[in-house]
Nanobody, 120 residues
Framework: QVQLVESGGGLVQPGGSLRLSCAAS????????MNWHRQVPGKERELVAL????????NYQDSVKGRFTISRDNHKNTVYLQMNSLKPEDTAVYYC?????????????WGQGIQVTVSS
């Protein structure tokens, strides 16, 4: 059973930092690309950052480039999102995501989501 469990969210002042973690289980983590998405009420969920299986390639949404860093530890089956210089517009529920091939078709798996609030 695929499980993705996020942690590390909370309330932070503008300019502050947070590190999100996503502990994964139930699938071959070290051979799986991983992503972080976020969603605010009334808007579609959007991709924030992605990382390939070995971590050699990463990509970011333009609005977070230079401020956020995605990384992974394949020994701990965990993916991270380091968020620096946070802005109020980064306020959202953040989700860990992976796409897995199951029974001949691809399925999307999501964590439960974790709230990040940037406010003074």
């Amino acid at each position: 059973q695929v499980q993705l469990v996020e942690s590390g969210g909370g309330l932070v002042q503008p300019g502050g930092s947070l590190r999100l973690s996503c502990a994964a289980s139930g699938f071959p983590f070290s051979s799986s690309a991983m992503n972080w998405h976020r969603q605010v009420p009334g808007k579609e969920r959007e991709l924030v950052a992605l990382i390939t299986e070995t971590g050699t390639f990463t990509n970011y949404q333009d609005s977070v480039k230079g401020r956020f860093t995605i990384s992974r530890d394949n020994h701990k089956n965990t993916v991270y999102l380091q968020m620096n210089s946070l802005k109020p517009e980064d306020t959202a529920v953040y989700y860990c995501h992976t796409r897995q091939l199951r029974f001949g078709s691809f399925r999307d798996y999501w964590g439960q989501g974790i709230q990040v609030t940037v406010s003074s």
